[in-house]
């Protein structure tokens, strides 16, 4: 079965800090998708971004970055320069090709409480 | 564009009571999902329809809780009769289609429920 961990369950960094969130999954699938959503104070959670399994590229879209690792089998998260409103609870997910639906498996989440 | 939309966002009961929860998808999207969160077990898919049909509701908790999808604009999640421990924050989501593991889903606000 597929599985998601997120290891801290909570981050606290001084603002302008870079922070790195850890995502390990465990999956029999060879085509699988891979998300993060954050979840800010306000409650509701916010698509961040998908990787397939086939794309191992790094991405970076301003000041946050993914590193995805098929080898470790991980995908972690950083945020470079990090702000007061990055403080958020992160979840990252899973969704197998074999289950035929997007049906996705959330890890616990990782809270980052970033202050000024 | 409308995000998914869930009423109430608040909702307080007291034990024995039905309630009834409501969202409705973003328009075009063919899959909805309703997920349960709390502290202790983190996100739970408790069911998902593709094209008004409820394809997997093996996460439902209890035959206290059913969903109905009448329409691809709107569907319920009724707890009948609520306990205490039915607190949580009930989400919903969809997705353009949910066959296929590579689609985004969004999420709704949420239903934050206090059972007393």
């Known amino acids: 079965a597929q599985k998601v961990t997120q290891a801290q369950t909570e981050i606290s960094v001084v603002e302008k800090e870079d922070v790195t969130l850890d995502c390990v999954y465990e999956?029999?699938?060879?085509?699988?998708?891979l998300f993060w959503y954050k979840q800010p104070p306000s409650g509701e959670l916010v698509f961040l971004i998908r990787?397939?399994?086939?794309?191992?590229q790094n991405e970076i879209s301003g000041r946050y970055s993914w590193n995805f690792q098929k080898s470790t089998s991980s995908f972690n998260f950083t945020i470079t320069a990090s702000q007061v409103v990055d403080s958020a609870v992160y979840f990252c997910?899973?969704?197998?090709?074999?289950?035929?639906?997007?049906?996705?498996?959330f890890g616990k989440g990782t809270m980052l409480l970033v202050s000024p | 564009d409308a995000g998914v939309i869930q009423s109430p966002r608040h909702e307080v009961t007291e034990m024995g009571q039905e309630v009834t929860l409501r969202c409705k998808p973003i328009?075009?999207?063919?899959?909805l999902f309703w997920y349960r969160q709390t502290m202790m077990r983190g996100l739970e898919l408790l069911i998902y329809?593709?094209?008004?049909?409820?394809?997997?509701d093996s996460g439902m908790p209890e035959d206290r809780f059913s969903a109905k999808m009448p329409n691809a604009s709107f569907s319920t999640l009724k707890i009948q009769p609520s306990e205490p421990r039915d607190s949580a924050v009930y989400f919903c989501?969809?997705?353009?289609?949910?066959?296929?593991?590579?689609?985004?889903?969004?999420f709704g606000a949420g239903t934050r429920l206090s059972v007393l």
């Open positions: 989501a969809s997705s353009l289609t949910g066959v296929t593991a590579k689609n985004i889903q969004y």
């Open positions: 999956t029999r699938d060879t085509t699988y998708y």
């Open positions: 990787r397939n399994s086939f794309d191992e």
């Open positions: 997910a899973l969704s197998e090709a074999s289950s035929g639906y997007s049906t996705l498996t």
């Open positions: 328009s075009g999207h063919n899959s």
């Open positions: 329809f593709n094209n008004n049909v409820p394809i997997d």
